[in-house]
């Protein structure tokens, strides 16, 4: 686990937390000495207030749900523990509208159940009405292991605020409002998994040998929202642990764990990222939910997926789910409240109901320009001697890939030789399957189509570009026969076109310090062993050059004293499989 922080006091790090909501939503005030966020008085028809709260820690909750159309204070204790029952009682009694009744909403653990059910009782002593809900959505703790205390309340709690906020919104009385919230938590279940704990800002770093610490390998399974344990830990890969979640959600064979039978037409399915689950991750996390809630006959109606409850930076997520179900008050139905809008800062589903009912599954097929034929040039080359030279160079480029990737690793971000091997690769699968024609134009239009596909990046965009340009001058060049001295002046043009777009030049240390000299000394000699070995001394050369351009500008050190360009390189090595240079030949610098 990261014991590094940007905020290490604990004390400043909620408060200005919480200080920060009235910044993003200016319809909500905080009351600092209680850690009560609330809604600002606004003229208006009045309505149920909802309370929420609970300790600092799984922000966006609660605070950032406070606004219109979900909720109308949250209380914050200190990280992951409890706000006192006289904070809680001050929310209740003078920071929410009470003329229509109030709605507290706790997750059930023992400290908040006991501060929340002690400040509503004195609420309801000083004569206010006031109901009280604990909501309690966790499988990943069985009935057996749960005992008295029962499930945990987790990232489902958020759904029961959404549909209670919509409700009250609308006008509601108290008794319905705290009806719907109720069927709520009754049809919620859900579960989360974590790679790693976490640790809280202020306490002291953790002893990375504690037994009770995560293996790299391992996650936890049902891990809860404080650090706590689950139903046990696993080596398993995504697709394995989201079905082993997915079955405690909903197998009805599991007694110790099936709470609920999720048996509705009508399915919401909520992923929640606990923290430091990267939105591209939780990307991929969300596709293998849904592909395998197919398998369970489920195909949710409402997919909500982002950052709503968190464990502080905990490096995990969960899954919920809602059986809808009729709410019995003729309307709203639980769809309608939560696609109901609400302005709270943190509460995040964009998409609208009519998008969601359209259930548009229109695509755009249309393949133009992507199969047409590529019109012949009448510039000509031996077919078998084009295949069998440039299969050389590709295959060079495979072969360097270990040592490009570690030059990278030192000046870069690692990923320039795998590009690089990802694209030669994807050009030899191409020579595999498709022979060459012995029209040159036809045959590297080809395979600029292959480049544009597989390789991305800066390297990536400055092949393709290149390639594209040398396609075109060697039509205009065309026909004829494919001499070295015609290359050359193609590829000449084709710099010549790359420089239009990049200010990279030779001395800059990037590949252009290998381009540029193959393409001279071609243009030279006609001699294809020397043009390359003039690039692959470029190359070498690029070793001590303070770059100009590119990653290695901003990474900074002196790596790039110890390693060549690793761009410049791969492309020297390019050329000298294609001039039939083998590396352990006299003359190949080692670096």
């Known amino acids: 686990m990261s014991a590094k922080h940007f905020i290490n006091g604990p004390t400043l790090l ?17 009351d600092a000495d209680n850690k009560v966020v609330y809604r600002r008085p606004a003229h208006g028809p009045s309505q149920v207030s909802l309370i929420s709260g609970g300790g600092s820690g799984h922000e966006p909750s609660f605070g950032a749900f406070v606004g219109q159309g979900l909720l109308s204070a949250a209380v914050a204790g200190t990280i992951f523990a409890s706000p006192s029952a006289e904070q809680i009682r001050k929310a209740i009694m003078s920071r929410v509208d009470t003329d229509r009744g109030v709605l507290v909403t706790v997750m059930n653990y023992t400290g908040d159940v006991l501060n929340f059910g002690m400040a509503v009782e004195k609420a309801k002593a000083a004569g206010l009405a006031v109901e ?67 640790h809280v800002p202020g306490r002291a770093p953790p002893d990375p040998n504690a037994p009770e610490n995560l293996r790299f390998d391992e996650v936890e399974v049902g891990m809860g929202i404080h650090n706590e344990a689950g139903s046990g830990r696993a080596k398993v890969e995504l697709p394995e642990l989201v079905a082993t979640m997915l079955a405690q959600l909903l197998d009805p064979n599991d007694k ?104 548009n599954t229109a695509t755009r097929e249309d393949t133009t320009g992507s199969s047409e034929s590529i019109k012949t040039s009448g510039l000509k080359a031996d077919a078998t001697t084009f295949s069998s030279t440039l299969t050389s160079g590709l295959q060079a480029v495979v072969a360097v890939e270990p040592e490009v990737t570690r030059f990278d690793t030192v000046v870069g971000d690692g990923d320039c030789g795998i590009g690089l091997k990802r694209g030669a690769e994807a050009v030899l699968k191409h020579l595999k399957e498709k022979t060459s024609t012995g029209d040159v134009v036809v045959d590297v239009a080809n395979i600029v189509t292959v480049v544009e596909k597989e390789m991305d990046g800066t390297s990536g965009a400055l092949f393709a570009i290149f390639l594209n340009a040398l396609v075109h001058s060697l039509r205009v060049l065309a026909p004829g026969d494919a001499s070295p001295q015609l290359w050359a002046g193609a590829l000449k043009q084709s710099c010549d076109a790359l420089s239009r777009y990049t200010p990279a030049r030779p001395g800059d240390r990037t590949l252009v310090d290998a381009l540029y000299p193959f393409v001279e000394v071609l243009g030279k000699t006609g001699d294809l062993k020397k043009a390359a070995e003039a690039s692959k001394k470029a190359a070498a050369d690029t070793k001590g050059m303070a770059p100009s351009l590119g990653r290695a500008v901003y990474v900074g050190g002196s790596g790039f004293e110890q390693v060549p360009d690793p761009g410049a390189w791969g492309l020297a090595n390019f050329f000298m499989g294609l001039a039939g240079i083998s590396p352990d030949e006299e003359g190949w610098e080692a670096i």
Not at 14 to 30: F, G, I, M, R, Y
Not at 166 to 184: C, D, I, N
Not at 289 to 311: A, C, D, F, H, N
Not at 347 to 359: G, R, V
């Open 14 to 30: 909620v408060n200005s937390a919480l200080q920060s909501l009235t910044l993003t939503n200016p319809s909500v005030a905080l």
């Open 256 to 359: 110790d764990r099936a709470f609920l039978s999720v048996n509705s037409n009508e399915v919401v399915l909520l992923v929640n990222n606990l923290g430091g689950v990267s939105v591209l991750e939780l990307g991929g996390i969300t596709a293998e939910v849904v592909k395998q809630l197919k398998s369970w006959g489920i195909e949710p109606v409402r997919i909500l997926s982002g950052t709503y409850m968190t464990s502080l930076n905990g490096l995990g997520f969960s899954i919920s789910l809602l059986n809808v179900v009729n709410t019995d008050i003729g309307g709203p139905s639980m769809i309608e409240l939560l696609d109901d809008p609400c302005e709270a800062a943190g509460w995040a589903a964009p998409i609208q109901k009519t998008t969601w009912e359209a259930k």
């Open 132 to 198: 009280m809900l604990v909501v309690a959505d966790d499988v990943g703790v069985g009935r057996e292991k749960g005992g008295k205390v029962g499930r945990r309340g987790i990232a489902g709690t958020v759904l029961v605020h959404k549909l209670a906020g919509a409700l009250a919104a609308r006008g509601r009385p108290l008794e319905e409002v705290h009806r719907v919230a109720r069927l709520t938590a009754a049809n919620l279940v859900s579960v989360g998994a974590s790679l790693e704990h976490v």
